[in-house]
């Protein structure tokens, strides 16, 4: 059998079995946060992030909201929404070397803590790049942990 590595867009689009809310055990609800676990879809992900306006910022733990929401549920995937938005990310980046203009800004989606995620294409210096040309500013906080000062004062 040969394996076909998907492209980030497809990735994107995959529905799979999604979206879904799942019920976790008892003893794990203090750590998902909640009894139902929303899975979006990646689309969905990509659209929140989307819709972050120059100067905002949105976390990951805001996206999760934004899934239980939509899906009924008491909070989103942390692992599913972090995944989607690393997809989300590869695919504007893929964009922006194609030369597209306007591309879901993922630059301004950060972790729950306002770090920069080194996971997204270009690692935190593209990030700390993106946000500082749009006037925020980015403190160092560990050895290769960067975080947006402030970022509790931009979130939408």
Not at 25 to 54: E, F, H, Q, T, Y
Not at 111 to 126: A, E, I, M, Q
Request: proline residues 6%; glycine residues 8%.
């Amino acid at each position: 059998m040969v394996y076909i590595k998907k492209t980030w867009r497809e990735k994107l689009n995959d529905v799979k079995d999604l979206p879904k809310v799942v019920e976790v055990p008892d003893d794990a609800i203090s750590r998902w946060g909640g009894k139902r676990i929303a899975i979006p879809l990646p689309k969905d992900v990509d659209n929140w992030m989307r819709k972050v306006p120059k100067g905002k910022l949105q976390t990951i733990n805001q996206i999760r909201e934004n899934a239980a929401k939509k899906y009924n549920a008491d909070n989103g995937c942390p692992i599913c929404c972090g995944i989607f938005s690393v997809i989300a990310a590869h695919v504007a980046s893929e964009e922006i070397i194609d030369g597209k203009k306007i591309v879901t800004p993922f630059w301004r989606t950060i972790k729950s803590d306002g770090s920069l995620n080194p996971k997204y294409p270009g690692g935190v210096k593209f990030q700390s790049d993106q946000l500082e040309s749009e006037g925020f500013k980015i403190k160092q906080t560990g050895k290769e942990k960067f975080r947006v000062k402030n970022f509790e004062d931009f979130l939408i």
